[in-house]
């Protein structure tokens, strides 16, 4: 028995110890979990980030495409003023109606406008600004020439004017001051289109970005979900290890019947139901095997540990399904009856004492054997765990007195 006992301490050992594995496993993946949840957010994060300044870039260089089309707007319609100041001078030089010279007036008003938008849109353009200075000067030369002619034409010198549009003074000044006006255009259609260049440069950079983001979150996202798995796997093999080394902690190794302690608690709890609901009684029996230390002097202690085992097995055997037998001490037994008042628990009693004294063991090309006394009390109210074994005990002991092999009921 003492090898038996041995050999359930070293189990319950090796349970605790795998016990304490998994708990390192757990420690080590839930700290790899933690590491994967941080590194998601920082991805969350720095994505979130990316998609902001990104939108933020977008928005700006939109913004600056705006301010060509701004830009290249103005200097059309400086364009069409330019253009219109020709006609009303022509048309004045032509045929000279002084009425021909409101849209002579009109296109001088909207150049001054257009051109003072332009100076406003290019501001932080240093190179624009510098060509709408050459502009201004060519722009200066033009209304010069215009209003040379004009004033020929009003002071009755038509043949002058006349001759200064076959010359193509006036053509001449327009010119330059158109080629101005497409200079600036053609820097600024250059400029616009670098920012578009850039602008899908910059989109399909982020979306790479993205990509690479969203990959990595995937990655670690199923790394994440392995690391669950097997932590739920590890917990599963912690409680089913925990499970089994309460029921070895709770079991009789020689037997495999519940242990004392396994009892006390069944008889417990056995008490507290009856002592508040008295239609639950029940019966305690303690029966043990007799003579055991002779079997043990004559047979040894294998053989004698047989005939515990032979006993415990007979025992289950001859109970009801709702009985609880458990072995309380060497050769000693405890046997809780629900539901018995003593001349049910009498009965169950004689079956066991009849099945455990049927047939001997055998042993060595020999036969040993052997009989149980039994003794059997009923809960009263009142009792508490001594109480009641210590009926049962005494009512054991006055079956060992009259010749063993008996039931005995407590007085």
Not at 174 to 192: N, P, S, T, Y
Not at 220 to 236: K, M
Request: glycine fraction near 6%.
């Amino acid at each position: 028995m003492a090898l038996k006992a041995d050999a359930q301490e070293r189990r319950q050992m090796w349970i605790a110890r795998l016990l304490a594995r998994p708990s390192r496993q757990f420690e080590w993946r839930s700290c790899f979990l933690f590491g994967c949840a941080i590194l998601l957010a920082v991805l969350l994060a720095g994505a979130s980030f990316n998609a902001h300044r990104s939108s933020q870039d977008l928005a700006a260089v939109r913004e600056r495409q705006v301010h060509s089309l701004d830009v290249l707007l103005a200097a059309d319609e400086l364009r069409m003023a330019a253009l219109q100041q020709v006609r009303g001078e022509r048309g004045f030089l032509l045929t000279g109606d002084a009425s021909l010279l409101d849209p002579f007036v009109e296109g001088r008003n909207a150049a001054g406008t257009s051109f003072a938008r332009l100076i406003e849109l290019t501001a932080d353009n240093p190179e624009q600004q510098q060509r709408l200075l050459d502009m201004r000067n060519e722009f200066g030369a033009f209304n010069t020439v215009l209003d040379a002619m004009i004033a020929q034409q009003k002071s009755g010198r038509r043949e002058d004017a006349i001759f200064y549009i076959q010359r193509g003074n006036d053509k001449d000044a327009l010119e330059a001051v158109l080629q101005e006006i497409d200079a600036l255009v053609d820097a600024e259609r250059a400029l616009l289109l670098e920012r578009g260049e850039l602008a899908d440069l910059r989109a399909v950079s982020n979306e790479r970005l993205q990509y690479v983001l969203a990959s990595i979150g995937v990655l670690f996202l199923l790394l994440t979900a392995v690391t669950i798995l097997f932590l739920r796997r590890s917990l599963a093999k912690g409680r089913g290890l925990e499970n089994e080394l309460e029921r070895v902690s709770a079991t009789d190794a020689l037997t495999s019947l519940p242990n004392r302690q396994k009892f006390i608690d069944a008889l417990t709890r056995a008490i507290s139901v009856a002592e508040t609901n008295p239609k639950r009684k029940f019966a305690l029996a303690i029966f043990d095997v007799d003579h055991f230390k002779r079997i043990n002097d004559r047979c040894g202690h294998k053989a004698g540990d047989e005939v515990i085992r032979e006993v415990g097995s007979r025992a289950m055997q001859a109970l009801r399904e709702k009985d609880f037998v458990a072995r309380i001490s060497g050769e000693e037994f405890a046997v809780l009856l629900p539901g018995a008042d003593l001349e049910k628990a009498h009965l169950v009693c004689e079956r066991m004492r009849a099945a455990i004294a049927g047939r001997p063991v055998t042993w060595d090309d020999g036969i040993i054997p052997f009989t149980a006394s039994f003794g059997v009390a009923e809960f009263r109210t009142g009792d508490d765990i001594d109480h009641i074994m210590v009926r049962a005990d005494t009512a054991l002991y006055e079956a060992k007195v009259g010749g063993r092999n008996q039931v005995r009921l407590a007085a």
